[in-house]
């Protein structure tokens, strides 16, 4: 059971972010259509990183909301501009998320399958997001590391005691 404490909390950052979203639309003098803020908001109430395709899904699924692929790709341009959402290059896969500096972490993803996963690490971001850099304050960072997945790294040992 989510507490009341949460969904407020959850409600608030959604607030702030369709918020952030009016200002920059006002400001570029771009349309404040209803799509745009639902399409926020989905992205706002979903877990981690997606694909556009996913996403399509997801508007569909679970919102019986019709937009088309490249509609999707248009918002989430503006969205990056706005500050919003990031988009991660993670392998071979093209990927994005909400801009989330509450929640940081860091991808792993495996080499052989594919498989994405995030990680928190306190000290590590705490480290990162404190090292000054002369002239510039940091915000968030972008960090993916690339490995094998204990999965994949099984099957390799179960393959080779099989030769
Ligand atoms: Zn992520
Ligand atoms: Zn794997």
């Known amino acids: 059971m ?5 969904v407020t909390m959850e409600e608030q950052v959604i607030e702030v972010g369709k918020q952030e979203l009016t200002r ?6 771009l349309r404040k259509t209803q799509e745009r803020y639902a399409m926020l908001e989905a992205i706002f ?9 996913a ?3 997801y508007l569909e699924e679970k919102f019986s909301f019709h937009v088309s692929k490249a509609t999707i790709y248009s918002n ?10 990031v ?6 896969m093209t990927m994005y998320e909400r801009l989330d500096v509450l929640h940081p972490h ?3 993803v495996c080499m052989n399958c594919g498989k994405i996963m995030e990680k928190s690490n306190k000290e590590l971001h705490e480290s990162l997001i404190s090292t000054k850099v002369r002239g510039f304050s940091a915000l968030y960072y972008s960090l993916c590391m690339y ?14 005691k099989k030769q």
């Open 24 to 29: 920059y639309l006002t400001r570029h003098n």
């Open 147 to 160: 490995g094998t997945c204990s999965a994949c790294a099984r099957m390799k040992k179960n393959n080779k």
């Open 106 to 108: 860091y991808h792993l």
């Open 87 to 92: 988009k991660l290059q993670l392998g071979t």
């Open 2 to 6: 989510t507490s009341i404490c949460e």
């Open 55 to 57: 996403f399509y899904e």
């Open 45 to 53: 109430s979903m877990e981690g990183h997606f694909t556009v395709d």
């Open 76 to 85: 989430l341009e503006i969205f990056m501009r706005a500050n919003l959402v």
